[in-house]
């Protein structure tokens, strides 16, 4: 009993992982996704943008430093932020609807812990040779041979991880003048900063972690089991056909014996580390690779493919009682599914429709209110206001500002004659307002009454306005 | 691949047993333990470099010779030697050209609203408006200055003060008290209180008003002028407005003129530097008054 054996370990040492070289539909696939993402990744912040002389001309910056959020055409203010919360929102429910109904699409091929991954083992098979070669080399003592190779797969890893923080922060600032400012060592510490913690996070992770992120470290695979139903597709071994696993005889045909033939192929190209064979686990990523070594194998022994596939575990009881599997589609166009896509649309629609009917003028009004109103001498009462005028266009406007509706209320600005203030280009000026109610007039006798300001530009249509409170004397 | 060794269902416990409930002994992580250990041995080398143990007179002061103290006057220097060159533009600029330069003047109003909270606001209220109306400290906000509206009048009021013996450059002003030193009899004070209601726009008794317009002339207008409308030369306010600094109803104006009111404020040359005179003159004049 317990007494007598070990304590047990809580600390499982990693096995290291040699995932072996694969050909087939998916690896293919992956390929051109991996090369997409990457390309995505480092090309987008050299897409340049013409947004007039005062505005930067790169078509993504997120502009941390005045506050401003540019996408191609579309730029985003602070107050504004509800666009980005919208996408965000779009982002999570899109999530849930891939999940389920493809599973674990996701980490299998787009997460940059996948990608980056892939991309790390390929240099590793690239200097030290497939599985075999790099598990002999991993046995190997350290010498010249195990140095060299180490060294050239380390000085590579590093390299690319410098090129993924380094296509970080040009996200952040103009990237031609990022790029000189780097290369003549005059960029801010804080991009050089940026770049040598992302470069040691790439490293790491690409390189050493792997795996550990997704299983230890990544909160996404226990939300998505949440996310998952019997119609989710995930990959699995179908035991029926491949049970019991036993190597083949040339020549005799044993009807006692399963497909599999027990060759290891989809646990050794696994990234992961598992054997898919044990049934649907939390370290699985769904990336397919086992699929297409199971089915190279299938066609080499002449047995049908997709031993190992894609299904649901409805398909599971069908394939077991005999029955056909239900098609893909039919797995993925179910009612939640559908909901889930409502949903997303629903909310893109809504921001689309906020992008299109937004003005490019904004205001906001707020009384101040120490002290709240002011006597003047000919017993009339002033309030002061501060007014945060927005011009989200590219040139300087003039904003004409107004009181609605009440002839005994007049407005006067702070340090300008008349009643127009001129606001830079894309840019908000805070400005002091003040009201006056002449003596005796409703305003100035009542406690409080409310008051309309109106802002419009001199030569368009678009006029938007404030609401507040105009502190009388109230006796 | 290694097959993990088949996990014990029973793990070990304390081996104490309180109503049939058991403690695990579980092992603690090693990486807790180590990060545990760091921190130990880090508060030793924190001990040696800086403030530490407390003594009779003062903590260990470390051999690094931290002190936030020391860090807080760095600090203070360097802010005020990044100040200096707008100080410097501050003062060689003429004081009704601040407001043209919108730079200089976002600076002058921004560091005259910091000295403003620190010095003035105690009196003139963290909203300059004198506290509350009738308090007897002014409102800087309205548009009646009893010593002038101008930069040049507010610099110079803030520079000297008022009554303020330690400058002869202080502004003076003096009001008799009519009824305490028995300069007018109680009937005249009633006609000259009913008068100042009157040219206020305030209910009064037109008998008395009328009778208390030659008291008023021969007492009072030489500082307050023959309309009441004051003279900032000689600090007597507006008596004929809605705005009054010892309040405005009658049984306050005939106090006033019976006692007399001597408000005071200190001269600012000896704790703040001219720049920032300048500075917090720029930035009362940016209220709602300034003329």
Redesign the interface.
């Given at each position: 009993m317990s007494t007598t054996e070990e304590p047990e370990q809580l600390y499982a040492k990693r096995e290291p992982i040699f995932p072996r070289r694969v050909k087939g539909n998916f690896r293919t696939l992956k390929w051109w996704l991996m090369g997409l993402m990457l390309g995505i990744y480092y090309i987008t912040p050299w897409i340049r943008w013409d947004r007039g002389p005062a505005m930067p001309d790169q078509a993504v910056l997120v502009d941390l430093g005045s506050r401003r959020f540019f996408f191609f055409m579309v730029e985003i203010w602070p107050h504004e932020f509800y666009f980005v919360a919208g996408l965000l929102i779009m982002a999570g429910i899109g999530l849930f609807l891939f999940t389920s109904a493809l599973g674990r699409v996701w980490c299998g091929y787009a997460c940059p812990q996948t990608v980056w991954t892939d991309l790390y083992i390929l240099v590793e098979r690239w200097v030290e040779g497939d599985r075999n070669a790099r598990l002999r080399l991993h046995r190997q003592p350290w010498g010249a041979e195990k140095i060299r190779k180490n060294a050239t797969k380390w000085l590579l890893w590093l390299l690319i991880g410098l090129a993924t923080g380094g296509a970080w922060v040009f996200y952040f600032t103009d990237a031609p003048t990022l790029l000189h400012d780097l290369a003549t060592f005059s960029a801010h510490p804080v991009a050089y900063g940026t770049i040598a913690f992302l470069t040691t996070t790439t490293f790491l992770f690409g390189g050493f972690f792997r795996e550990q992120v997704c299983i230890y470290g990544c909160p996404w695979p226990r939300i998505q089991a949440a996310m998952m139903d019997e119609d989710t597709l995930t990959i699995s071994y179908r035991d029926w056909r491949g049970e019991p696993r036993g190597k083949h005889h040339k020549g005799v045909e044993d009807t006692r014996q399963g497909d599999c033939i027990d060759c290891m192929a989809c646990v050794n190209v696994c990234p992961m580390g598992i054997d898919i064979r044990d049934g649907q686990q939390l370290a699985c990523i769904t990336c397919g690779l086992c699929i297409d070594a199971c089915n190279d194998v299938m066609d080499r022994i002449g047995k049908p493919r997709e031993l190992i596939g894609y299904m649901a575990l409805t398909d599971e009881t069908r394939e077991r009682a005999g029955s056909a599997p239900k098609s893909i589609w039919k797995h993925v166009f179910r009612p939640r599914t559908v909901v889930y896509t409502v949903i997303w649309a629903g909310v893109g629609v809504a921001l689309l429709v906020a992008l299109f009917l937004r003005t490019d003028i904004d205001m906001s009004i707020a009384p101040v209110r120490n002290p709240t109103h002011v006597v003047l001498a000919n017993g009339s009462v002033r309030n002061a206001y501060d007014i945060r005028l927005r011009n989200m266009y590219a040139e300087p406007r003039q904003f004409y500002l107004t009181v609605a509706n009440d002839a005994s209320i007049s407005l006067t600005i702070e340090g300008v004659q008349g009643q127009l203030v001129t606001v830079g280009p894309d840019e908000q000026l805070n400005q002091r307002v003040y009201l006056t109610a002449a003596a005796g007039t409703p305003a100035a006798v009542a406690a409080t009454s409310p008051v309309r300001v109106w802002v419009s530009v001199t030569g368009e249509t678009d006029r938007i306005y404030g609401d507040t409170v105009f502190n009388g004397r109230g006796e | 691949?290694?097959t993990?060794k088949k996990?014990?269902n029973?793990?070990?416990t304390t081996g104490h047993s309180w109503d049939g409930i058991e403690e695990f002994d579980?092992?603690l992580?090693?990486w807790w333990l180590w990060v545990f250990y760091l921190c130990i041995l880090w508060s030793v080398v924190y001990w040696v470099l800086y403030p530490a143990w407390p003594m009779v007179s003062g903590a260990t002061s470390g051999v690094l010779g931290y002190s936030s103290r020391a860090d807080v006057e760095v600090e203070i220097a360097d802010a005020d030697a990044a100040n200096q060159v707008w100080y410097d533009r501050l003062m060689s600029t003429d004081l009704d050209a601040i407001?043209a330069d919108p730079e200089l003047e976002r600076f002058a109003v921004n560091a005259g609203a910091a000295v403003f909270r620190a010095q003035c606001s105690q009196c003139h209220?963290?909203?300059a408006?004198g506290l509350r109306?009738g308090s007897g400290f002014p409102?800087l906000?309205?548009?009646?200055w009893m010593w002038g509206g101008t930069m040049d009048d507010i610099v110079t009021t803030v520079t000297y003060g008022i009554r303020n013996e330690d400058f002869p450059d202080a502004r003076y002003s003096e009001m008799p008290s009519f009824g305490r030193d028995e300069l007018l009899t109680p009937e005249e004070i009633d006609q000259v209180v009913n008068h100042v209601l009157a040219i206020s726009?305030q209910a009064h008794d037109a008998a008395l008003a009328a009778a208390g317009a030659e008291v008023f002339d021969l007492n009072c207008a030489s500082c307050h002028g023959a309309d009441g409308s004051g003279d900032t030369f000689v600090g007597a306010p507006?008596l004929n407005?809605?705005?009054w600094l010892y309040g405005g109803s009658e049984a306050d104006i005939r106090a006033t003129v019976n006692n007399a009111h001597f408000g005071i404020m200190p001269g600012f040359t000896n704790r703040l530097n001219p720049a920032q005179i300048r500075a917090v003159g720029a930035y009362v004049h940016?209220l709602?008054g300034g003329q």
């Open positions: - | 691949m290694a993990p996990k014990s029973d793990p070990k579980n092992p992580p090693r407001s209220g963290a909203g408006d109306a409102n906000l309205d548009d009646e726009g507006a407005n809605a705005i940016q709602g």
